[in-house]
């Protein structure tokens, strides 16, 4: 080999094992991911509704490390069966009429809803929704931001983290291209966050990867979805197709990148959620599966 050459080569191979050995480190960062993954629970709803007990005790089982709630402060039966099975609950989704739309200045049933997650420890509640008629223009979006900046302040004095959980509407332009949750991004206070549902950002057309780094420091959580491949996007609607919600490594949407920004950006919990399946029990087994396995 001329020197030339042999030169070219340890370059390239000290400068592939250097990038490779950051890689690597990064991926053992974010495995602590998988290690404490979490499940929303909003999932397996059906299921839950039938037998809460037994529902939480096989999410345990298939090995789910914690739980995020839906529907709080009225989770009273999924608290006690997710720490009966041994199982963390830092988050939850929450009544959100009590932040958009609260009924008195001071957000009275807000405080309520704040008291009691104190008192069953939580740390995290998210707004999950939005109506139709509370997000039809942009202004209807600063409204919403000043509300939630008000109860994030609240919840910081309780020792909670507020954050809003997107769809893809909220990308939908609108005067002038802007769109909803340009508005957030601008809008949201230091103490607002951001849970960042991955499969939503890619109904969006965008790309997940770009929205958490764009947001660096200020997404606390990501939602773990996979999209089926073949449909046309960008779509605004939430009305999509039942089979467009797919097991994790069956869709369009690469699981290892996100995980890595999450890690690099700050991210706390990930959270695994599928919102339509034939089966939720069997989705999630095999969601957590190919996690293990990446």
Aim: with cysteine.
């Amino acid at each position: 080999m001329k020197r030339r050459s042999f030169v070219q080569t340890t370059v390239a191979a000290t400068l592939a094992f250097s990038q490779s050995g950051r890689l690597l480190a990064a991926l053992e960062a974010e495995g602590n991911y998988r290690k404490n993954i979490g499940i929303q629970l909003y999932t397996l709803r059906n299921e839950i509704a039938k037998d809460t007990a037994a529902t939480i005790k096989q999410v345990a089982a298939d090995g789910y490390k914690q739980v995020e709630l839906y529907g709080f402060p009225n989770a009273d039966a999924m608290i006690e069966a997710a720490k009966s099975s041994g199982l963390a609950v830092n988050s939850s989704h929450f009544e959100w009429a009590s932040v958009v739309n609260p009924k008195d200045d001071s957000m009275s049933d807000f405080a309520k809803i704040l008291e009691k997650a104190e008192k069953v420890g939580l740390k995290h509640l998210v707004i999950p929704y939005l109506q139709d008629n509370e997000r039809a223009t942009l202004d209807d979006y600063k409204k919403i931001a000043a509300n939630a900046n008000k109860a994030a302040a609240m919840a910081k004095k309780a020792g909670v983290q507020l954050a809003y959980h997107n769809h893809n509407f909220e990308f939908e332009p609108r005067d002038g291209g802007k769109c909803g949750f340009d508005v957030f991004v601008k809008e949201f206070s230091s103490d607002m966050k951001f849970e960042i549902d991955v499969f939503w950002v890619k109904a969006a057309g965008l790309d997940p990867v770009a929205i958490i780094n764009k947001l660096k420091g200020r997404v606390t959580q990501v939602h773990l979805k996979d999209l089926k491949d073949g449909l046309q996007l960008p779509t605004y609607s939430t009305g999509v197709p039942k089979d467009a919600f797919q097991e994790l490594g069956d869709g369009i949407i690469p699981m290892e990148p996100i995980l890595v920004a999450a890690k690099a950006t700050g991210v706390e919990h990930c959270h695994v959620e599928q919102d339509q399946s034939p089966d939720p029990l069997a989705s999630i087994k095999q969601s957590i599966g190919y996690l293990n396995k990446m």
